[in-house]
């Protein structure tokens, strides 16, 4: 099965600094790539929507100034969280879709434990 | 507007008996319809998929789901719980080429 990478697993940060995440497609192009947030026993909550070479489609109440998303290519998107502070302690996780005839199917990174202390 | 609804933030079952987690989805266009699994501090794997094809899904590890229209459900079971198969599970459903819509997730606990 295609896989996608997520990178790191996990960071800790201080706050007021700012943290890049990596969500790489491994085997496959990635023409979409949506970034979500999990908190402790709650669903995923999408954050953003993004399509290689254009700007992220950001979900209502979520600050794009704060969650930086780019996809530069069909193989890599980055999310970064700006002037991170405690409250955006959380578990991100990206997930991938392929052109053609997987497109029916998304695939996950394994996730990032963000904690700013 | 597409939308899951699972019953049951938490299920418990004994080792070896039935699993049974359900979904129910709303969607204005024939939908497909995932569930996933999630370990702790883990990412989500797919277990298995509806896509307009037979309305009885196998999936991996035993699980297995049925598409029923009529009720708009999507209900994911196993004959035989194992205790490996503790986790959260998600249900999910989605347009082709668009976002997942995720329910909010059952927590299974298996006794032994």
């Known amino acids: 099965g295609a896989v996608v990478s997520q990178h790191p697993s996990w960071v800790i940060c201080k706050s007021g600094t700012s943290v890049k995440i990596e969500c790489r497609s491994l085997d496959f192009q990635a023409t979409t790539m949506f970034w979500y947030r999990q908190f402790p026993k709650q669903s995923l909550m999408l954050m953003a929507t993004?399509?290689?070479?254009?700007?992220?489609?950001?979900e209502q109440g979520v600050e794009k100034d704060k969650f930086l998303i780019n996809h530069a290519s069909l193989t890599l998107s980055t999310l970064t969280v700006t002037s991170a502070h405690p409250e955006d302690s959380s578990f991100y996780i990206c997930s991938a879709r392929a052109a053609g005839r997987r497109n029916t199917e998304a695939f996950f990174g394994q996730g990032t434990r963000l904690t700013v202390v | 507007a597409q939308s899951v609804t699972q019953l049951g933030s938490h299920v418990s079952v004994s080792e070896g008996a039935l699993v049974l987690l359900r979904c129910n989805y709303s969607s204005s266009v024939p939908p497909y319809l995932f569930w996933y699994v999630q370990y702790p501090n883990q990412g989500l794997q797919l277990l298995l998929k509806y896509t307009s094809a037979a309305t009885l899904v196998k999936g991996i590890n035993d699980f297995e789901a049925e598409f029923k229209k009529s009720e708009t459900s999507f209900h994911l079971t196993k004959p035989s719980a194992h205790m490996s198969d503790a986790a959260e599970y998600f249900c999910a459903v989605s347009e082709a080429g668009n976002q997942f819509y995720f329910g909010t997730g059952t927590s299974l606990t298996v006794i032994p």
């Open positions: 993004s399509n290689e070479g254009s700007k992220a489609t950001y």
